[in-house]
């Protein structure tokens, strides 16, 4: 079967694009994104928009479901101006919202998440402002289609205004090796602003992650510069990309998919839908595995790396 083109989503505005399909003895992981509205701290709002985006997607043959940046409660952060104390009244109010809003994992939004997953029998990875024990998190949370959370990931790049937030670093960059409908593929997450810095994704490929999934919350990302810049990303890596934003008016939506070679493969526009592509685990790995390549991890020297090593080996990087 192929089938390319465009088609219509239930909800207005939304459009989802659906890939050529796997064939032969191809490994292919279909992929889905959900481009959606969102709401400050409206969290029923949220899920409302988020649950009607995934039923959309796994219709379309979706297998695996990618949320934007704290999608639960809409990205909720402080304006910290310069000079601003973080200790400032307003803004020590807005932090205590900010945690009232996160919730524990696993809890309220965790078991809507998997009433979804189970519903439509698909992976999600879904965002959101996470409280553990009193301390916030920026947490992507992957799901299986059981309903079972299998790991989460925490934001690990955080700049002042978040940390303002009250948000919490995270502390590691971990890869899954999953079964999406009979195939075996690692993937990772990483959050927004950890893509900016190459050795998160660096990271993600060392652990053998051939697909990362990138939710963010910007308006930057869809400048040419930084769309470029996810490009590299992945033709240096040698990985696939999957990233979702929030459309407008939230934020600018061009949420995409970019394969191993550098290439947007296919992108939304700015309004609210959902993206439904092939990934070509096939091809990926044949051109990893090909003689002298230019790209890619084979080629690396680490010994030589040695100020790289001298944060790795004590050096306060934070």
């Known amino acids: 079967m192929m089938v390319t083109g465009a088609f219509s989503g239930e909800m207005k505005g939304a459009t989802a694009y659906q890939l050529a399909s796997s064939r032969g003895n191809d490994q292919v992981v279909r992929v889905g994104i959900i481009q959606m509205n969102a709401r400050v701290l409206d969290k029923s709002y949220n ?90 998190f920026n947490t992507a949370v992957l799901m299986n289609p059981q309903g079972r959370i299998v790991g989460t990931y925490s934001k690990v790049h955080l700049q002042n205004w978040m940390v303002a937030s009250g948000v919490h670093h995270g502390d590691g960059f971990p890869v899954w090796d999953i079964d999406v409908n009979g195939v075996h593929v690692k993937v990772g997450i990483e959050i927004c602003y950890d893509v900016q810095h190459p050795e998160s994704t660096l ?13 963010y919350c910007t308006d930057d990302f869809s400048r040419p510069l930084l769309i470029h810049l996810f490009e590299t990303t992945a033709l240096e890596d040698k990985l696939d990309i999957v990233r979702a934003n929030f459309a407008s008016p939230r934020n600018t939506g061009t949420s995409s998919i970019i394969n191993f070679k550098g290439q947007t493969v296919h992108q939304l526009g700015s309004s609210p839908g959902v993206l439904v592509g092939d990934i070509d685990l096939t091809a990926l790995r044949k051109a990893r595995a090909e003689w002298n390549p230019v790209y890619g991890l084979p080629n690396r020297y680490p010994s030589a790396y040695k100020r790289l090593h001298g944060f790795e080996t004590g050096s306060k990087d934070r």
């Open 203 to 215: 990271e993600l490929a060392l652990g053998g992650a051939e697909i990362v999934f990138i939710p």
């Open 47 to 136: 899920l409302k928009q988020a649950g009607q985006l995934i039923r959309q997607a796994a219709a379309y043959g979706a297998k695996v479901v990618l949320t934007p940046e704290s999608a639960v409660q809409g990205y909720p952060r402080v304006d910290l101006h310069p000079g601003e104390s973080a200790n400032a009244p307003a803004i020590v109010a807005a932090r205590k919202r900010i945690l009232a809003a996160a919730e524990p994992i696993p809890g309220p939004s965790t078991r809507r998440f998997s009433a979804l997953a189970q519903k439509y029998g698909v992976w999600i990875v879904f965002c959101m402002d996470e409280n553990r024990g009193g301390r916030l």
